[in-house]
């Protein structure tokens, strides 16, 4: 396969020190893998913390800034995080409210932002953690005990971050993380598999002409294959999934996202497609998100995550976020 890189082993390395040069209001501890944003710790504000294996860019690093994270810290490709990482940005960005520990549901990720809490309380942090669980396809799959956690993190992030500016304690930052992910469910679509870099191949075997429906996000199983499907017999399939399990009762914000190599072109016209479908079911649509946010390095395919939202949680959506990858109301 050809890859844009230089060796397996220094990506993760090599990237932070692209993402440090890209963006000045990040700073980006390359050697301990930790991105703050340049102006942490903000005084009696709420930090929000997060991180996860590299290769689902921009999630993490690129939701840090005001609004939304004031941490990230990436793990090699589709791997955890270490507790170090945790603590460290936990200690660099506690600006005396306190620490949201924001954690998709994979059994690393669990494991490390656990023990990274319990170390971050002993030096003196407050330490609130939110388990991102949003994933209907398939419970108790690879790498996960439950659900897996994909496409809500975004919202977590952003709807938590808002509260967080605005000044709300800890518990109550919390409270409003824990009713996003509540509210929020994901289905994802594999048009072909992800390569990771050290592996040089496709990391499974999807032969020509089939899709998994309810492929996760490190290229875990689905609940099936089928012979390829038109965009809109997708959007019929996943929306239904997706809808039959939140059962909306009101307005729901929608992100379309690519797995990182479907182009836009594509996403568009998906989202046109999955606009039909709730339209047909009656779900009024608040705000739509379109592109590549949760990836899975080179996958073709998408996702759909929908969460209801009332007036406060669409108000914070809208509050000002200014991040390398979601900027809007600065």
Wanted: with cysteine; glycine share 10%; proline share 6%.
């Amino acid at each position: 396969m050809n890859m844009l890189i230089n060796v397996p082993e220094s990506v993760v390395a090599d990237a932070l020190r692209g993402i440090a040069a890209a963006h000045p209001s990040l700073t980006v501890d390359v050697e301990n893998r930790v991105v703050l944003r340049r102006d942490a710790p903000v005084a009696q504000q709420v930090a929000l913390v997060s991180g996860g294996g590299s290769g689902h860019e921009p999630l993490h690093a690129g939701f840090v800034g005001p609004g939304m994270l004031a941490a990230a810290c990436p793990g090699e490709v589709f791997t955890s995080p270490v507790p170090d990482q945790m603590v460290r940005a936990a200690a660099a960005v506690d600006g005396g409210a306190g620490v949201l520990f924001v954690v998709k549901n994979y059994t690393g990720d669990v494991l490390n932002f656990d023990m990274a809490a319990e170390l971050a309380e002993d030096e003196g942090v407050a330490v609130a953690k939110v388990l991102v669980d949003d994933d209907v396809a398939v419970t108790d799959s690879l790498y996960t005990a439950g659900r897996r956690g994909t496409g809500a993190t975004l919202f977590v992030e952003k709807i938590a971050g808002a509260a967080a500016a605005e000044g709300a304690p800890l518990e109550r930052v919390e409270a409003i993380a824990r009713r996003v992910n509540a509210s929020a469910r994901s289905f994802g679509v594999a048009l072909s598999a992800c390569s990771t870099p050290a592996k040089g191949s496709p990391t499974f075997e999807l032969p020509p002409g089939e899709l998994e429906l309810g492929a996760g996000i490190h290229g875990e199983p689905g609940r099936e294959r089928r012979a390829m499907m038109t965009s809109r017999e997708i959007a019929d399939y996943a929306v239904h999934v997706v809808l039959d399990d939140l059962r909306p009762t009101g307005p729901v914000l929608l992100l379309v996202n690519g797995m990182g190599a479907t182009p836009l072109l594509e996403l568009y016209g998906f989202n046109a497609e999955v606009h039909r479908v709730l339209a047909e079911r009656g779900v009024p649509v608040a705000r739509t998100l379109v592109g590549n946010y949760v990836t899975s390095l080179d996958m073709a395919g998408c996702s759909v995550t929908l969460c209801q939202v009332d007036e406060e949680l669409l108000r914070l959506w809208d509050a000002p976020v200014d991040t390398p990858a979601l900027r809007w109301g600065c």
